[in-house]
């Protein structure tokens, strides 16, 4: 299981979030990556190998400022 609480990005610390679902506009998402809250939320629902490509995918976009 992914057990992350924070990661940091560049000059800022992203809380990480595993809610079991994440649903924006009606699609359901793997990850979501919040700037403005410094969050990145992994879906809890994912194996742990899709979880970890996920984190990384949403530190990618963290990354995007």
């Avoid at 924006?24 to 809250?37: A, E, I, N, T, V």
């Amino acid at each position: 299981m992914l057990s992350l609480d924070s990661v940091k990005v560049g000059p800022k610390v992203f809380r990480v979030e595993r809610p079991e679902n994440i649903v924006d506009g009606g699609d359901s998402l793997w990850g979501q990556c919040d700037h403005s809250k410094c969050v990145i939320k992994v879906a809890g629902r994912l194996a742990d190998d899709q979880a970890a490509v996920t984190l990384l995918h949403e530190v990618i976009h963290a990354l995007d400022v």
